[in-house]
């Protein structure tokens, strides 16, 4: 067995784990509008512990829908018998899938919106919410609404024991109500529930004793922000102290963890964040209580893991995004298969698909979310299939054709694979997504798929294999520029810079190489030469403010600061790049033009599909189907599902031609 010490038992209280890997728990929007247990939540929690999880933490579950429910809805609710049933059906899959399951209780305090409660929300005190997810004036709880909620907890915790549930975790961390109480920053009370550090612990624990006593010997976890992260807040040192009272007062375990939704870019590390981040934090609450702690954050790979647990960091690994992913993560590494792991890359697009109202997704699983889907299953029957463009969705496409039985040839004009891929990883903070390139590489070498690099597909060639079905995954182009003069000043693509394939000369403050366009791209690329010496001039026709505006949002906020504090690159903004030549480029701003003195001109002013193969196959008898940025641009994410959504309808085609019988 790989990984001896991630994989031995271990206990918290009287539950005996079969291992120390657990799910962290995160929101999916999968149940029902009124918070009840589904088909599709019951599915998914399933796949996570078919993979070999040894504990599930549900995602977070309402005390009391009145005041309550998190803006982030449907959320699941156990707040009454009614709801019950669901659970009991969630928790008997978990166990049967070979897992224990622990339930995290929660009430959202002023992080919800009066659309949703139908009334104002209440916290502590009457600090307004300002994060960019949403924002609240809450109405300060009275004594007697404080003691109703407190014992709204408890009879959620009586729900869930008979429901069957192995544990209760307490939602302590991330802005909600128990940390607004705990909080300097959110609690400004003066009587028996706020004020000073005793009065602040008040609701805490005896939220706390009242949950206990409701569960008996059954474990209570307590998800705990040990740091604020804003000026005023909780400090580690305040932490070593809160911990230990947390403890004497019932809970037997810590889960670290850090933030609320004004500092959301602690709770949803982006791509930059390295492995491991809360570790060393881990170690100190773990260290003042003697009690077990888990850890959450970017632990992506078993060996940082196991290494965690052997160095006396942690004692539980809770992985999150790592599990959307790829829910078979801890049997792979379990099995030594460390390598065939699906990484995640903290890109953040599943927090972006929650944050639009639709349910969990993940750029790289295409099933995460889908979970009811049949499996795909072998039904090509040695069909032939041509995919053109080897971007992660025509790698994605590829691999499950070739799943699926497809006899699979690959084209990619380029040299190597991964395309925008590659575009994506190469600017600073974004290596992470070369995981991913990796991952697919080596899944591409281990298939069937016949791949032709540096192989420019025509309607001769693709006539030529005869394929059943076309796949174009060929990209975008440039969108059409019309200038009133082109020079010979060096020109490209920006994003041929992230790839490799164009050199940029030297460049000065006074002749600077000017990026047209302030998308991520233009933005990236930006940055990435500024990183490699260079002085760069960023011309967007937009305001500064909505530069990369396409961008996840939280590395977006850290991109941008990057941006105007780097001395090496100026923005000009509202902008239009007018003419060529070759020495300048031409700028119309306010309705007067000026000369800009350039080494080079790179355009990233926008993509359009490239259209060029699919109008040149037009009047082929042959299934074609469009995929990412080749049908609309987009992000890798898309492409990913489009591969996948088109196999599944080609499944549907070839094993099910006609959809009804009347």
């Known amino acids: 067995m790989a990984y001896p010490r ?21 929101e999916t929007h999968l149940g029902e509008p009124d ?15 078919r993979g070999g999880a040894g504990l599930i933490i549900t995602e977070f579950t309402c005390v009391d829908a009145e005041t309550g429910f998190s803006s982030n809805v449907p959320q699941l609710r156990l707040d009454n018998d009614r709801f019950k049933a669901g659970h009991a059906r969630l928790v008997a899959a978990i166990h049967a899938a070979g897992a224990k399951a622990v339930i995290q209780i929660s009430h959202a305090g002023r992080q919800t919106k009066e659309s949703v409660i139908g009334r104002q929300p209440v916290s502590s005190s009457p600090i307004p919410l300002n994060s960019i997810y949403m924002n609240a004036v809450p109405r300060p709880l009275e004594d007697a609404e404080i003691r109703h909620i407190i014992a709204r907890y408890a009879n959620t915790a009586r729900l869930a024991m008979l429901a069957g549930y192995d544990g209760v975790m307490l939602h302590g961390a991330h ?9 300097p920053l959110m609690n400004h009370r003066t009587d028996e529930w706020g004020g ?5 612990l008040r609701f805490p624990t005896e939220v706390i004793k009242a949950v206990k006593a409701q569960i008996g010997d059954k474990p209570l976890l307590y998800r705990m922000s040990v740091v604020d992260g804003v000026e005023g807040g909780i400090t580690i040192e305040d932490s070593e102290t809160i911990a230990p009272r947390l403890c004497q007062a019932g809970v037997d375990a810590i889960d670290i963890s850090w933030g609320f939704l004004e500092s959301a870019h602690l709770i949803l590390e982006p791509m930059s964040v390295e492995e491991g981040d809360r570790l060393p934090y881990a170690r100190r609450i773990r260290a003042a209580t003697g009690k077990p702690v888990i850890t959450a954050g970017v632990m992506r790979w078993p060996d940082k893991c196991e290494q965690a647990v052997i160095d006396g960091d942690t004692d539980i690994v809770s992985l999150g995004r790592a599990l959307l992913a790829d829910p078979m993560w801890p049997i792979k590494a379990q099995r030594g298969m460390a390598d065939d792991i699906r990484p995640c890359t903290s890109c953040n697009w599943c927090i972006r698909e929650l944050a639009q109202s639709r349910s969990v997704a993940c750029a790289e699983n295409p099933r995460c979310g889908k979970e009811t889907e049949a499996e795909l299953d072998r039904f090509a029957d040695g069909r032939k299939a041509v995919v053109v463009g080897a971007g992660p969705g025509g790698m994605a496409a590829a691999l499950l054709l070739d799943q699926v039985g497809f006899a699979v040839t690959l084209y990619e004009r380029r040299e190597r694979l991964g395309g925008n891929l590659i575009t994506s990883a190469v600017p600073p903070g974004k290596d992470k997504l070369f995981w991913y390139h990796k991952f697919l590489l080596g899944r591409i070498e281990r298939s069937k798929v016949a791949v032709r690099t540096g192989t420019q597909a025509t309607r001769h060639a693709i006539e030529a294999d005869r394929p059943d079905v076309v796949i174009l995954a060929n990209g975008s182009r440039l969108a059409p520029l019309d200038l009133a003069e082109w020079g010979n000043l060096p020109t490209a693509p920006a994003y041929e810079v992230l790839m490799g394939e164009t050199d940029v000369p030297p460049s000065t403050p006074e002749r600077p190489i000017v990026i047209y366009g302030g998308g991520e791209t233009g933005t990236e690329t930006a940055e990435f030469l500024a990183q490699s010496g260079h002085h760069v001039l960023l011309v967007t026709r937009s305001d500064a403010k909505f530069l990369a505006r396409n961008a996840e949002v939280l590395y977006r906020i850290a991109l941008l600061q990057r941006l105007h504090a780097n001395p090496a690159i100026r923005i000009l903004d509202h902008a239009k790049l007018h003419a060529v030549d070759g020495e300048h480029v031409a700028l119309s701003r306010d309705g007067t033009l000026m000369e800009q003195p350039a080494a080079a001109l790179l355009l990233a002013h926008g993509l359009v599909p490239d259209n060029e193969l699919p109008d040149a196959l037009a009047g082929l008898d042959i299934p074609m189907i469009r995929i990412g940025d080749a049908a609309q641009v987009a992000r890798i994410g898309e492409a990913v599902r489009d591969a ?19």
């Open 6 to 26: 991630l994989f031995e038992p271990f206990r918290i209280g009287n539950l005996t784990l079969k291992n120390r890997v657990a799910m962290a728990p995160m």
């Open 35 to 49: 918070g009840g247990v589904n088909d599709a939540i019951i599915a998914y929690y399933r796949e996570r512990a």
């Open 175 to 183: 802005g909600y109500l128990i940390q607004q109480f705990l909080s």
């Open 196 to 200: 000073d550090f005793e009065r602040r």
């Open 644 to 662: 996948y959504r088109a196999v599944q309808d080609l499944r549907r085609l070839i094993l099910q031609p006609e959809p009804i019988a009347c």
